[in-house]
């Protein structure tokens, strides 16, 4: 597979966003853009300047207040081929991933886990919840230590932080992050008397990880 080209972090990605976003509202302000590419502003005016550049977009005004942004002939050709490279990477990552992410619902299903509380609100955890929820598995919705995410949407489920706990029915956490899994169980295994898996990898495959208790729930 070719290298991943519009992960969230990424600049193709930040690129589809913007030229997205001016596409849909010519009035919008470099803050709102900020919140959809969970950047600065500051890093909104760094690839603005960059897309005017290339002549992919026009910004009209002299004021903040009465600044607009419009899409140039060459920008909405650009905002044509990165939907069309995101759909295609989309589909051939959902493929690879359904294969590998298999011993992960069947392990849910044996153990009659029904309801499953997303850990990780990026772009793992909405991989997990398609592949999930395409196999039979309930989630319950999404939970975020990052404050820029909470109160965002993916898909249906408004992102909750991990002091919602007690609000969301659940039967388990599954926490979507192969590099931070540990530390994220660690902050949130205290929190609830639920299980908690973490992923992790082997020869390419994802499987979960029963996280062990070693301290009470807090309250106890």
């Given at each position: 597979?070719?290298?991943?080209?519009?992960?969230?972090?990424?600049?193709?990605?930040?690129?589809?966003?913007i030229?997205?976003?001016?596409?849909?509202?010519?009035?919008t302000?470099?803050?709102?853009i900020?919140?959809?590419?969970?950047?600065?502003?500051?890093?909104v005016?760094?690839?603005?300047?960059?897309?005017?550049?290339?002549?992919?977009?026009?910004?009209?005004?002299?004021?903040?207040?009465?600044?607009?942004?419009?899409?140039?002939?060459?920008?909405?050709?650009?905002?044509?081929?990165?939907?069309?490279?995101?759909?295609?990477?989309?589909?051939?990552?959902?493929?690879?991933?359904?294969?590998?992410?298999?011993?992960?619902?069947?392990?849910?299903?044996?153990?009659?886990?029904?309801?499953?509380l997303?850990?990780?609100a990026?772009?793992?955890?909405?991989?997990a919840?398609?592949?999930?929820e395409?196999?039979?598995?309930?989630?319950?919705?999404?939970i975020?230590?990052?404050?820029?995410?909470?109160?965002?949407?993916?898909?249906?489920?408004?992102?909750?932080?991990?002091?919602?706990?007690?609000?969301?029915?659940?039967?388990?956490?599954?926490?979507?992050?192969?590099?931070?899994?540990?530390?994220?169980?660690n902050?949130?295994?205290s929190?609830?008397?639920?299980?908690?898996?973490?992923?992790?990898?082997?020869?390419?495959?994802?499987?979960l990880?029963?996280?062990?208790?070693?301290?009470?729930?807090?309250g106890?």
């Amino acid at each position: 597979m070719e290298k991943p080209r519009f992960f969230k972090t990424m600049p193709d990605y930040k690129e589809l966003v913007i030229l997205s976003e001016i596409d849909e509202n010519s009035k919008t302000t470099q803050k709102e853009i900020a919140m959809k590419c969970d950047i600065t502003p500051p890093m909104v005016n760094k690839y603005l300047a960059i897309l005017e550049s290339k002549g992919e977009i026009e910004i009209k005004g002299t004021t903040t207040r009465n600044t607009t942004y419009h899409l140039t002939p060459e920008g909405k050709n650009k905002l044509m081929i990165l939907n069309i490279s995101y759909s295609r990477e989309i589909l051939t990552m959902y493929k690879a991933s359904e294969k590998n992410f298999e011993p992960v619902w069947n392990h849910l299903i044996s153990e009659r886990l029904k309801k499953i509380l997303l850990f990780g609100a990026g772009d793992i955890g909405e991989m997990a919840l398609e592949i999930m929820e395409s196999h039979g598995i309930e989630i319950a919705g999404f939970i975020d230590e990052n404050s820029k995410r909470v109160g965002n949407k993916i898909q249906r489920f408004t992102i909750k932080s991990v002091n919602d706990l007690n609000e969301i029915d659940f039967d388990a956490i599954v926490i979507t992050s192969y590099r931070h899994g540990v530390e994220m169980a660690n902050r949130i295994i205290s929190k609830t008397e639920k299980p908690v898996f973490i992923f992790f990898l082997e020869n390419g495959v994802t499987y979960l990880k029963l996280v062990e208790r070693t301290n009470k729930r807090e309250g106890n």
